[in-house]
Every structure is written in structure tokens, then in C-alpha cells.
């Protein structure tokens, strides 16, 4: 089984910043991508940046220029550095975990954190 932990969140002021962090433990033979998705109240969950193994990025137009997604495949950590941070970024930010395959198993399976809150102050 595979757990992916997020750490980091919290509450900025507008215009600060805040870095979260997902490690994700396990059997893990290899991630295909790992990526930052988040749900604020009342509004669909979406995708908010993505890295893959090879260091492919992609981001939210919301989050252009002042998010920037990295990631550690040695310890299968991926991290979400979050710069001038607006109240509209309030909700609860999600590590996925995508196409994971086990050491112990064939296939893939895709896993979800279970959420850290990021709260921005005006």
C-alpha cells in the first residue's frame, strides 16, 4: 500500500508565500507524475500543477508565474512553492500520486493525499 503525506499548509497574508510538501511511502517501484490538485468550498476539485518522472511541468493559468512544482524522485517527494498568494488560492490542497507501481504487484493505481488546508488572508 502507498500513503502520501502533505505537510505545509497553513495561513499566509496576500501577497505572501507558503511551500507544501508530499512524500509518498510505500512498495513504490516508480511514479509517472505527481501533481497538486485543490477544492475550495462549493467549487470543483482542480488541478493546480504537475510534475512527471522526467521533470514535465504543467500549471494551472490561475497559478502560472507564481507557483512553481518540484520534486525529489529519490525520496518520491514532490513539492508546491506558493509565491504571492491571493485569497482566491484559500482551499484544501491534494497530492496525487499518478500511475504508481508497486515492487510487490503488476499494474497501476493511482493515490490521493488526504489534504492540507491553505488559507490566504486579505
Known amino acids: 500500500q502507498v500513503q502520501l503525506v502533505e505537510s505545509g499548509g497553513g495561513l499566509a497574508q496576500a501577497g505572501g508565500s507558503l511551500t507544501l510538501s508530499c512524500a509518498a511511502s510505500?512498495?513504490?517501484?516508480?511514479?509517472?507524475?505527481m501533481a497538486w490538485w485543490r477544492q475550495a468550498p462549493g467549487k470543483p476539485r482542480e488541478r493546480v500543477a504537475q510534475?512527471?518522472?522526467?521533470?514535465?511541468?504543467s500549471y494551472a493559468n490561475s497559478v502560472k508565474d507564481r507557483f512553481t512544482v518540484t520534486r525529489d524522485n529519490a525520496n518520491n517527494t514532490v513539492f508546491l512553492q506558493m509565491n504571492s498568494l491571493k485569497p482566491e488560492d484559500t482551499a484544501v490542497y491534494y497530492c496525487?500520486?499518478?500511475?504508481?507501481?508497486?515492487?510487490?504487484?503488476?499494474?497501476?493505481?493511482?493515490?490521493w493525499g488526504q489534504g492540507t488546508q491553505v488559507t490566504v488572508s486579505s
Open positions: 496525487h500520486a499518478d500511475k504508481v507501481v508497486l515492487t510487490t504487484t503488476s499494474g497501476w493505481k493511482d493515490y
Open positions: 510505500g512498495s513504490i517501484f516508480s511514479i509517472h507524475a
Open positions: 510534475i512527471t518522472w522526467s521533470g514535465g511541468t
